[in-house]
Nanobody, 119 residues
Framework: QVQVVESGGGLVQAGGSLRLSCAAS????????MAWYRQAPGKQRELVAT???????KYADSVKGRFTISRANAKNTVYLQMNSLRPEDTAVYYC?????????????WGQGTQVTVSS
């Protein structure tokens, strides 16, 4: 089992910044990739950013230049620095972890953290 816990959400004014954190723990041998997704009310969950074990990153077009994903490998932790936030960034943000255990593969999700951007 892999446990995933997000933190760092909150309420911020438009133009402000927030930093989300996600920590993975449990039966992890290696983490292959970590990602942030978000889901706004009435909308489908969408990919925000990913980072692989070699540090390769990808971003949704809507957040390029404003969000930065980074990873502390030794801590099995991923961060999402969000700058120049907009009201349309309001959503529940979820962390996803793709990992190998010694005998299993894991595709694990956290419970989400709310980000609200006021105009």
């Amino acid at each position: 089992q892999v446990q995933v816990v997000e933190s760092g959400g909150g309420l911020v004014q438009a133009g402000g910044s927030l930093r989300l954190s996600c920590a993975a723990s449990g039966s992890i041998f290696v983490i292959n990739a970590m990602a942030w997704y978000r889901q706004a009310p009435g909308k489908q969950r969408e990919l925000v950013a990913t980072i692989t074990s070699d540090g390769t990153t990808k971003y949704a077009d809507s957040v390029k230049g404003r969000f930065t994903i980074s990873r502390a490998n030794a801590k099995n932790t991923v961060y999402l620095q969000m700058n120049s936030l907009r009201p349309e960034d309001t959503a529940v943000y979820y962390c996803n972890v793709l990992a190998n255990g010694h005998y299993s593969t894991y595709d694990s999700w956290g419970q989400g953290t709310q980000v609200t951007v006021s105009s």
